[in-house]
């Protein structure tokens, strides 16, 4: 079974870069045809797919977040990370990384972890 954890700061400051890290047990995230995802979900909004790497390391980005937003990957250590630049109290929520057999496709997701924009 596979699991993903996400980790990184739960705090950040207005204008800094948010980076975030999913480390992934119970299999390989150079394993074909998956894609492995970063989502959000503001307080009292909806679930947000920002956006994803596939197994060969390609990215695909929401288009509404695609100037702020880069994702990468370890495949020595089995991560992928996240970056959000230029972050407001906007940004505020809890991220999720996630896996499924497409780029907004998602069928399994980690707990999330909670990230807040304050001065």
């Known amino acids: 079974q596979v699991q993903l954890q996400e980790s990184g700061p739960g705090l950040v400051k207005p204008s800094q870069t948010l980076s975030l890290t999913c480390t992934v047990s119970g299999g390989s995230i150079t394993m074909n045809y998956q894609y492995w995802s970063w989502l959000r979900q503001p307080p009292g909004k909806g679930l947000e797919w920002m956006g994803s790497?596939?197994?060969?390391?390609?990215?695909y980005y929401s288009p509404s977040l695609k100037s702020r937003t880069s994702i990468s990957r370890d495949t020595s250590k089995n991560q992928f990370t996240l970056q959000l630049s230029s972050v407001t109290p906007e940004d505020t929520a809890r991220y999720y990384c996630?896996?499924?057999?497409?780029?907004?496709?998602?069928?399994?997701r980690g707990q999330g972890t909670q990230v807040t924009v304050s001065s």
């Open positions: 996630a896996r499924g057999p497409g780029p907004n496709a998602i069928a399994y």
């Open positions: 790497i596939d197994s060969r390391g390609s990215t």
